[in-house]
């Protein structure tokens, strides 16, 4: 585990039994025996240890759409594949995405954060779509799968009974039936 993993692996170990207001950089970074120097050259803030910051993950959901793109697969399908092939990760780490969710859900400005990445995703999916469908087309479709993306992980917090891409398969599939009335 690198120093930004353990710093992350901190932090969320503490906001956890302190709560995230209650947490500073210098408790986190002792935590993990670093300066708070060497905190601040792997974060902005506190906030950032939660965050994908470089949209790792929606640059990972485009490479997987450029990767795999069929003339035949609608773009919305080839979306919410890529969201099953990156975001599969999460069921190895279960305890550690619950843990950032509810820190999340507990704090507003977080909150609100996690709306902007969730934009930054959809910037992403379309972007990668654009490049082979219509623009308004992709950005649709993009949407629409950032949004089945979030129900499966609701649903996926919900319950152990399925992995997260049996999760986000299971919510595509209820749209496309839902395409059918």
């Not at 609100?112 to 999916?125: F, M, P, T, Y």
Request: aromatic fraction near 12%.
């Amino acid at each position: 585990m690198n120093s930004k993993e353990k710093l992350q692996a901190a932090a969320t170990k503490l906001f956890m039994e302190k709560g995230y207001e209650n947490t500073t950089v210098q408790e986190i970074a002792s935590l993990v025996g670093v300066t708070e120097r060497t905190f601040f050259r792997q974060f902005k803030d506190k906030s950032d240890v939660l965050f994908d910051t470089s949209n790792e993950m929606g640059h990972r959901v485009a490479a997987f759409i450029t990767d795999h793109f069929d003339v035949e697969q609608k773009p919305l399908k080839l979306a919410v594949d890529g969201f099953a092939s990156v975001f599969g990760v999460f069921d190895g780490e279960r305890e550690r995405v619950l843990a950032r969710n509810q820190i999340i859900q507990s704090h507003s400005d977080l909150q609100e954060r996690e709306l902007l990445k969730s934009q930054a995703l959809i910037g992403s999916v379309t972007n990668a779509l654009s490049v082979k469908f219509d623009s308004e087309l992709s950005e649709l479709a993009a949407r629409f799968a950032v949004e089945i993306f979030y129900m499966a992980f609701t649903k996926w917090i919900e319950s152990t009974e399925k992995s997260f891409v049996e999760q986000v398969l299971a919510v595509y599939e209820v749209y496309e039936k839902l395409c059918q009335y």
